[in-house]
């Protein structure tokens, strides 16, 4: 079953074409040049930048995943199908996408959570070939999507991961952070999360303190690797003594804020590197911190870790050296492009949903829910 994904929730224009967890194609703009002088995402810029983007990255996308079945052979279409497609390309243009579309079973989008105007923008595109193509539509929580991203696979269906339930996932985004326990396929209970702001927006407003730009992460990561990660000014470690499994990084910003109001100019230049890296260090305990906590109170060894920070190294190679010493194991997205943002996650997820019939009844009921949260007793506010 091949499904076209579409993720439009923040700063990334990602569409594409996944069979289970095989990505048969991924096509992204990122929009990080536009915002970066802003030191974040500004919606109105991020709206106009997804409808001018949308109609080309899921051509885009449906081209490439058409071409790689093509190349796939029997590994994606068999028989009859595999003829017609050999005949494509005697096909008038304007047919082919059609035509290409004809292999597309169904189109997941992702609802939430996100920015309002930047996820309505995919979920229109996605009704919109629903109702042209006669698809089915399979709604995604994007933060479903990052914990399945762990578990994607390239078009060859590498790597190879098996299940082995449960997970403790941790999720560590600019816009959330969070643990959740996923029990089977589509089943999550949160077990704790950020009282204020997420880890990777506490990362990015850091950056912006430094003059740094957006997204801060990838620099902060940079700065601090060139000094070691030294751990010079050793700010706070919020929480570090709660016994719950909850986040806070917004007094960690605080101090760190008045820390460098009182610094010399020519001092915060100087050190620039270890303030970065002192920072890093404050955020990544804390993780670290709660990391533990939550595999002392689950029980569970077996982690998944996603999000745009899991792309951070040092976070990566802290979380193996723990979860070697108690005997489990630890998924972080596979290649690069899963951590952040992606419609392949979103596709992926939507294949589980597509096996269990869960597809959107009337299609124009479909809206955006900004706070959508993967709790099972949540409410719109
Ligand atoms: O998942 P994501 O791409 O978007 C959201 O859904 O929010 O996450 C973006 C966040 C940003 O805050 C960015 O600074 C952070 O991920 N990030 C990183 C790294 N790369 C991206 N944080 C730490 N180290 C990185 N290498
Ligand atoms: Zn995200």
Redesign the pocket.
């Known amino acids: 079953m091949n499904i076209l994904a579409i993720d439009t929730?923040?700063d990334e224009t990602s569409a594409a074409v996944v069979s289970g967890r095989k990505v048969l194609s991924h096509i992204e703009y990122s929009q990080i040049a536009t915002h970066t002088n802003w030191g974040g995402i500004v919606p109105s810029i991020a709206k106009r930048a997804h409808e001018e983007r949308i109609d080309f990255v899921v051509e885009q996308a449906v081209n490439r995943a058409f071409h790689q079945m093509k190349l796939g052979g029997e590994n994606f279409i068999s028989g009859e199908l595999g003829s017609d497609i050999a005949h494509a390309s005697n096909i008038h243009p304007q047919q082919n996408f059609a035509f290409k579309f004809s292999y597309i079973d169904a189109i997941a989008v992702t609802y939430g959570p996100g920015l309002a105007i930047a996820l309505e923008v995919g979920i229109r595109k996605a009704k919109e070939l629903a109702q042209t193509y006669g698809k089915k539509l399979i709604a995604i929580n994007?933060m479903e999507g990052?914990i399945y991203s762990c578990f994607v696979e390239n078009s060859k269906g590498n790597p190879v991961r098996t299940f082995q339930f449960p997970y403790l996932c941790l999720l560590v985004?600019?816009?959330?952070t969070e643990f959740v326990l996923l029990k089977n396929h589509l089943d999550y209970e949160v077990l704790g999360e950020t009282r204020d702001d997420a880890a990777?927006?506490a990362?990015?407003k850091a950056a912006r303190m430094l003059g740094l730009g957006y997204?801060?992460?990838?620099v902060?990561?940079r700065l601090a690797k060139e000094v070691k990660n030294e751990d010079r000014y050793s700010f706070p470690r919020p929480l570090a003594s709660s016994k719950e499994i909850e986040f806070s990084f917004s007094g960690l910003k605080t101090s760190f804020f008045y820390f460098l109001k009182q610094a010399e100019e020519k001092e915060k230049i100087g050190k620039m590197k270890y303030l970065a890296s002192s920072f890093q260090e404050a955020v990544l305990d804390s993780l670290l911190n709660k990391i533990k906590l939550a595999v002392q109170k689950t029980g569970v060894t077996s982690l998944v870790v996603g999000?745009?920070?899991s792309?951070?190294k040092r976070l990566r190679l802290i979380t193996r050296e723990f979860v070697k010493k108690v005997g489990g194991t630890v998924y972080f997205p596979p290649y690069p492009y899963l951590?952040?943002?992606n419609a392949a996650m979103i596709g992926v997820v939507a294949s589980y949903k597509a096996e269990k019939g869960e597809y959107i009844k009337d299609i124009n009921a479909i809206d955006r829910v900004p706070r959508l949260s993967l709790k099972k007793e949540f409410i719109e506010k």
Do not use: M
């Open positions: 929730s923040a994007h990052h985004s600019g816009g959330h990777g927006e990362l990015d997204p801060g992460g990838p902060i990561e999000g745009g920070v792309a951070n951590t952040g943002d």
